[in-house]
């Protein structure tokens, strides 16, 4: 990994982890830190964060490039982890 991938990698969950420490108050910042990978995130939150339509997410979700757990029948209890969204991340940033 060169110093530009893992300068985008460091800011890219440095910006989920700020959100998630927004939207999960009650944990010190330490813990949101130790959780932030394994939280799962709805699909709509997951397409607020990355600035998209959740029609998008689910279309990422359905050709296998966003992997979710599935919490239950349908598309209601599908949830994505924070490392998978990091991971999206990560495989579509390029330099420049």
């Given at each position: 990994m060169?110093?530009?991938e893992t300068?985008?990698?460091r800011i890219a969950r440095e910006e989920i982890?700020?959100?998630?420490?927004?939207?999960v108050p009650?944990?010190?910042?330490?813990r949101t830190q130790e959780l932030a990978p394994r939280t799962l995130l709805s699909v709509a939150y997951a397409a607020q964060l990355l600035g998209v339509g959740r029609d998008y997410v689910y279309a990422?979700?359905?050709?296998g490039e966003l992997p979710t757990v599935e919490l239950g029948d349908?598309?209601?209890k599908r949830r994505i982890s924070?490392?998978?969204?990091?991971?999206?991340i990560r495989?579509?940033?390029f330099p420049g």
């Open positions: 060169d110093e530009l300068a985008i990698r982890e700020a959100v998630m420490a927004e939207r009650s944990l010190p910042a330490r990422r979700i359905a050709s349908g598309k209601q924070v490392a998978a969204l990091d991971e999206f495989a579509r940033s």
